[in-house]
């Protein structure tokens, strides 16, 4: 009975141990910058907060920024999770929760974007303004009005999947096609390659799953904080020449449309990465949507 009990008590302690050890993988890593109001910043796929690096300059003498690249992302640790997203989004309100200030101002880019609408649908009252750079709360939905949560994660499964054979060169090389078409300045790419990299190819499948797999469109009813919704436009792809300015902004209208917090801005002379392709105008859509009432 004593050789029993002690196999329990050291299983359980081995058990503890190992619970433990899985909690020490943080959900990302952040920088802060600056005195003031918090602001805090989320990049997207593969990204780390180094691209959101012209914004801290911007704003560092009258925000304090803190900046996030998320686990997996951009060469930082990943996590041991089926859900990613989920995990991080948690992790993410009990910071902001911690640290932020009476006009804190939360910023996502693409899929940080789409990862800033979980957390203000979690806690609709956590910050004060949100701003959501070229990011859909239905990505699926907008190659395919039919789509459903449903026929996604029943045909986009093999998405988990798709990073993980690549060796490092491949990695590099798909990242650095995905990334040049979704930037308008290509001086920007090498630098923002870097970083991307070094991403985890799990992380990379999953959280692209998540993101196309889950439907906000209907929950963002509840959505009562002031949000600001950029979207960028360049010119019409040789793939797609019908796909006009004017057709971008009726799709992003119907994602949003049950938003009723939610301004629609589009921004010219920018692809994907408008921070980094059209600062001023950028900038001067935020300072104008962050500005005190």
């Known amino acids: 009975m004593k050789t029993i009990l002690s196999t329990f008590i050291l299983f359980f302690v081995l058990a503890e141990m190992t619970a433990q050890e899985d909690t020490k993988t943080p959900a990302f890593q952040v920088n802060v910058h600056g005195k003031g109001e918090t602001m805090f910043l989320i990049p997207g796929l593969s990204c780390s907060g180094n691209v959101w690096n012209e914004t801290v300059e911007k704003y560092k003498n009258t925000y304090e920024i803190h900046v996030f690249t998320l686990a997996g992302f951009g060469g930082v640790k990943p ?25 804190s101002v939360l910023v996502g880019h693409s899929i940080g974007g789409f990862t800033s609408l979980l957390i203000a649908l979690e806690d609709e009252t956590l910050v004060s303004k949100i701003i959501i750079v070229d990011s859909l709360p239905f990505l699926a939905g907008a190659y395919n009005p039919q789509a ?17 054979p690549m060796d490092s060169v491949t990695l590099r090389n798909t990242l650095k096609q995905s990334l040049g078409g979704m930037m308008r300045n290509k001086e920007n790419l090498d ?28 929950d963002l009813a509840k959505l009562k904080t002031p949000t600001l919704i950029l979207t960028n436009w360049n010119k019409p792809l040789p ?37 980094l392709d059209n600062p001023t105008v950028f900038f001067r859509e935020v300072s104008n949507f962050i500005k005190p009432n």
């Open 79 to 103: 996590i041991a999770s089926e859900t990613i997203l989920e995990e991080v989004k948690t992790k993410l309100i009990a910071y902001i929760k911690k640290h932020k200030t009476k006009n």
């Open 148 to 164: 459903t949560e449903e026929v996604v994660k029943s045909t986009y499964g093999t998405l988990k999947q798709m990073y993980m």
């Open 191 to 218: 630098f923002v390659l870097k970083d991307a990299a070094k991403s985890d190819r799990k992380t990379l499948g999953y959280t692209m799953f998540e993101m196309m797999s889950n439907d906000l469109r209907d």
């Open 239 to 275: 793939q797609f020449p019908n796909f006009t300015r004017a057709e971008k902004e009726k799709m992003y209208q119907e994602q949003y449309k049950n938003c009723t917090s939610c301004t629609l801005k589009i921004i010219d002379e920018a692809e994907h990465f408008i921070m």
